[in-house]
DNA sequence: TGCTTTCAATCAATCGTTTGATTAACATTG
DNA sequence: CAATGTTAATCAAACGATTGATTGAAAGCA
């Protein structure tokens, strides 16, 4: 699944990249594959050809997007935290690292805009993305929460704790159309995305303080 | 805006009804005009006769739910905050009515599904809506914030806050099929958004006790 | 030659919209 | 009061355009 070795390549890629583009920016029903094919500069019978229709495009839009961000989380992947004060260190690292990508990266712009759709459509996308990057992500992340804060990993507090966390990441990319307007800014680059890290890196650290108290 | 007089009624209303339920589960271009017509049990032709096209349709659901929104917004128009713990449990009192309205209620389901498919696709209708609803129901919350807090009511410092503390709100709704399956819930209903709130509300008060230190 | 890939052309199906007829309720007449 | 005109609303039917998919030939390469 990560292995970058089965990257598409030629026409078959060139698809995908257009249809992840057009997919996030349009939506799936929206988009014809005319204009997937168009912006791939190759003919419509390509998509039949190469992934047996749009549905199959859809699919392999999913797969290459686990493939990439699986491989952005395994550069990612750090040693265990052996102490509470490098449990909170590395979920600052993370947060930072997820809003830095999230709503700062251009590159990843198309990839992210598509995983947000189809969550909300809760397609079979989902499905397949889900067991490979959202739910070890999440595991580890309550991980860190716990040895840092000395709460029990795979609670119910715990995993809704996380949630809380990481939420108001994609919070922040799913709303920018709303937080851009009240905020007064011109769009989501990385200037913008350092201030929203620096709020919630905040935001963590007083909520750790706040347990250790307790 | 927020008069209930100019409300649709009869056929109109219907049409409007069915576009809110379909819209919102599968999306505007996904969405067929007689598909609406069926579910309104009228004809494909009302909707050109009424609202002048699909796009008309689009809109007067936008206006539909930034009345029945209004409405609600207006219903929980409070006093002032005299102090800053009265500022403290009216913020807890919002957010614990915005995720029983938004992850819990079953009336409002096709209303927000549809408001965040909007808000996805940045169109027409959320121009309509920011100036309404949002702004104002954030700029209200930004005072509150100042009040229990100290900070500058109009500073980047706050406005950045507040969204991250709605924003959780609208994560939770958002990322719902996520979250339900690594929470192990079989859906969002009223005893999940109780969790949630009780979680979101002891946040909610690490933060500003946070501040009250500092 | 044999195999994969790309292409223009075409398919039936569905899309949003338009049309002209029909109905019912009300106002205007003689 | 009865007949007529007016208007808003709904309907079945059809419109041209576009959709995703398919076809068989052409092209590229080993």
Redesign the interface.
């Known amino acids: 699944m990560t292995d970058p070795a089965n990257a598409p390549e030629g026409t078959a890629a060139d698809l995908i990249a257009a249809a992840l583009h057009l997919f996030g920016r349009?939506?799936?029903?929206?988009t014809s594959t005319r204009e997937i094919a168009t912006r791939a500069a190759t003919n419509v019978a390509s998509i039949a050809y190469h992934f047996g229709g749009k549905e199959g495009l859809r699919r392999a839009c999913g797969t290459e997007v686990a493939r990439r961000i699986g491989g952005v989380i395994a550069a990612a992947a750090l040693p265990e935290a052996p102490s509470p004060e490098a449990a909170e260190r590395q979920m600052e690292a993370i947060l930072r690292a997820m809003v830095g990508f999230v709503a700062g990266a251009r590159e990843a712009d198309d990839l992210i805009a598509f995983m947000?759709?189809e969550?909300?459509?809760?397609g079979p996308v989902?499905d397949a993305v889900?067991g490979t990057m959202?739910?070890p992500m999440?595991r580890r992340f309550c991980a860190l929460w716990a040895t840092a804060t000395g709460w029990e990993a795979e609670s119910?507090?715990t995993?809704?704790?996380v949630?809380?966390l990481v939420?108001?990441v994609?919070?922040?990319r799913?709303?920018a159309?709303?937080?851009t307007?009240?905020?007064g800014w011109p769009a989501l680059g990385p200037a913008e995305a350092a201030?929203?890290a620096d709020?919630?890196a905040a935001?963590l650290h007083?909520?750790i303080?706040?347990e250790r108290m307790s």
């Open positions: 349009k939506g799936f029903a929206a947000l759709r969550v909300a459509e809760n989902l889900y959202i739910e999440h119910e507090d995993r809704l704790m949630f809380s939420g108001q994609l919070y922040f799913i709303g159309p709303i937080v307007r009240r905020m201030r929203i709020r919630l935001n007083a909520l303080e706040r």
